[in-house]
Nanobody, 127 residues
Framework: QVQLVESGGGLVQPGGSLRLSCAGS????????IGWFRQAPGKEREGVSV??????????YYADSVKGRFTISRDNAKNTVYLQMNSLKPEDTAVYFC??????????????????WGQGTQVTVSS
């Protein structure tokens, strides 16, 4: 069964850090581009970061709002993609989702149809 499972969310103070994980089962994440998206209450889902497949040179892309603070990476041995989030701000509060794109390219565009989605993990940044 193909599945993506996010973990690592939680409550953190402003300026703090969290590392989100996106673990794949039933398929090999390295062949897919993986995107991280987030959705805050009352807002549209937005793209946060993407890493292309290894065949796509593992290129990374970030939304302007997180550039310099978030880092996306892969651990192929664990079939997992991570999102390291530093210098967190209250406006980063949202449910974070990961998604897999079989084209290997990926995009931050929320209108693009990714093949698989995880169930999401809550990130709350508050003092």
């Amino acid at each position: 069964q193909v599945q993506l499972v996010e973990s690592g969310g939680g409550l953190v103070q402003p300026g703090g850090s969290l590392r989100l994980s996106c673990a794949g089962s039933g398929f090999t994440l390295d062949y897919y581009a993986i995107g991280w998206f987030r959705q805050a209450p009352g807002k549209e889902r937005e793209g946060v970061s993407v890493i292309s497949s290894s065949e796509g040179d593992g290129r990374t892309y970030y939304a302007d709002s997180v550039k310099g603070r978030f880092t996306i990476s892969r651990d192929n041995a664990k079939n997992t993609v991570y999102l390291q989030m530093n210098s967190l701000k209250p406006e980063d509060t949202a449910v974070y989702f990961c998604a897999a794109d079989g084209s290997g390219i990926g995009t931050l565009n929320i209108g693009y149809e990714y093949d698989y989605w995880g169930q999401g993990t809550q990130v709350t940044v508050s003092s």
